[in-house]
């Protein structure tokens, strides 16, 4: 019979369930987002969070299970992100977890949400059959982290699903994460919140108006695979506050936003050429830092994958700037379906999968780590 693991995922602001199979079967897969809730903050609020992860917790379990076929006596184990995350919303599912651990008598196996985003790309790598070669270097990027390991395994040059995984931190940011950014600079511009996706689609349609505002390399001193974001957000607010002709466009979208018009085709109009540009102009600047470094890393390690994990990795651009530069470097890359890059707990479930093999469990005393490290 297959060990069958639930996993639970509730770090942020998405609260997520799921059943997978052999650490790689994937049953299914709940995320209840509370993106509309925080909308109207421009940003996640963690005490709404916590109160909506609340509300959630059990009929988010209830429908993977559901969808699952199965029922609680099915489980082999529980997996649970333990860290990093917000404390009050990872409290949430922590307790929830071992409360039916517990009563279940089933194992309960603590995971770091950052192992979960690794997991999420051999996840989708697995349903085309495929096994990503190690060692690879894996990109975390999204709203709350940006960060590049190097990822081995213990034998052998394949992560196959029971394998054990050794992290190594190549690099992390040194300010902003790369989908902080975004989220910043769309409310600069009056763009509303998540910034990614609509800042995503502007820039593709920007055409070719020269950019009012030019952003060269990322520099930074030390460590060449850190990253630094807070530079350009910056530049962004002084031209934006340097200029007073874009203040009329701004609060033109804002009172779209605010009559719940966010959507691509209603905001472009509303956007000058000048906006697309400087849009386009943020988005070459991030993708190109994400991508060079990102390869840098690769080379640096003799990495044979680039793996591409969290919100960010969902960004058309980037998908191609990696696509081709992986193209010309012969190094293959991978990357989760938008469903499996944001937060879920399908890579919670497929990451506790080796650790139950390992009989890495926790008992009752399992707290919280808000600031839990993977390497
Ligand atoms: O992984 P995620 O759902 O949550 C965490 O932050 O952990 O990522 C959300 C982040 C947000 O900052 C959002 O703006 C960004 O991912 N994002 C994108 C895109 N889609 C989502 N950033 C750039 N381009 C996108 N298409
Ligand atoms: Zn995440």
């Known amino acids: 019979m297959s060990v069958r693991i639930l996993g639970i995922e509730s770090s942020c602001d998405e609260t997520a369930a799921a059943v997978v199979a052999d650490g790689r079967e994937i049953l299914s897969s709940v995320v209840a987002s509370q993106i509309d809730i925080h909308r109207k903050y421009g940003g996640v ?3 709404l ?7 959630q917790i059990v009929p988010v379990v209830r429908e993977a299970l559901a969808q699952a076929g199965l029922s609680f006596s099915d489980l082999s184990a529980i997996g649970v992100t333990q860290g990093p995350g917000l404390v009050g919303s990872l409290l949430v599912g922590i307790t929830y977890g071992k409360t039916l651990a517990h009563a279940l008598g089933k194992p309960l196996v603590p995971v770091n949400h950052l192992e979960g985003h690794v997991h999420a790309v051999f996840l989708e790598a697995h349903k085309s059959g495929l096994v990503p070669e190690l060692p690879a270097v894996c990109l975390v990027v ?9 990822v081995r395994a213990e034998q052998g040059t394949h992560a196959e699903a029971v394998a054990q995984l050794h992290y190594r931190k190549l690099g ?4 902003d994460a790369a989908g902080e950014a975004y989220d910043k600079v769309s409310k600069l511009l009056g763009l509303g919140y998540p910034g990614g ?4 689609r502007l820039a593709a349609a920007a055409g070719t108006a020269p950019a009012p505002l030019k952003f060269g390399p990322i520099k930074m001193k ?3 695979l850190d990253f630094s974001f807070s530079g350009i957000k910056t530049a962004v607010l002084y031209h934006l506050r340097d200029h007073a002709e874009y203040t009329p466009e701004i609060s033109a979208r804002e009172a779209a936003l605010a009559r719940g018009e966010r959507k691509f085709e209603q905001l472009l109009p509303l956007c000058s050429p000048q906006t697309l540009a400087l849009v386009r102009e943020f988005q070459n600047t991030v993708v190109r830092d994400l991508r060079d470094r990102t390869f840098a890393a690769a080379e640096q390690t003799g990495a044979y994958t680039i793996l591409v994990s969290g919100g960010v990795a969902a960004n058309a651009q980037l ?8 193209k010309s470097t012969g190094i293959r890359i991978f990357f989760p379906s938008r469903a499996l890059s944001t937060d879920n707990a399908a890579m919670i479930a497929a990451a506790a999968f080796p650790k139950l093999a390992r009989c890495e469990f926790a008992d009752l005393s399992l707290a919280v780590s808000a600031n839990l490290r993977l390497a």
Not at 142 to 150: A, C, K, P, R
Not at 172 to 175: E, G, K, V
Not at 319 to 326: H, K, P, Q, Y
């Open 45 to 47: 609020v963690p005490e």
């Open 49 to 55: 969070a916590s109160r909506e992860h609340l509300r």
């Open 142 to 150: 999204s709203g709350g982290h940006t960060v590049l390991y190097e």
């Open 172 to 175: 992390q940011t040194r300010d």
């Open 197 to 200: 996706p609509i800042l995503d």
């Open 222 to 224: 030390g460590n060449p």
């Open 319 to 326: 998908r191609s700037a990696f696509e081709e530069r992986g």
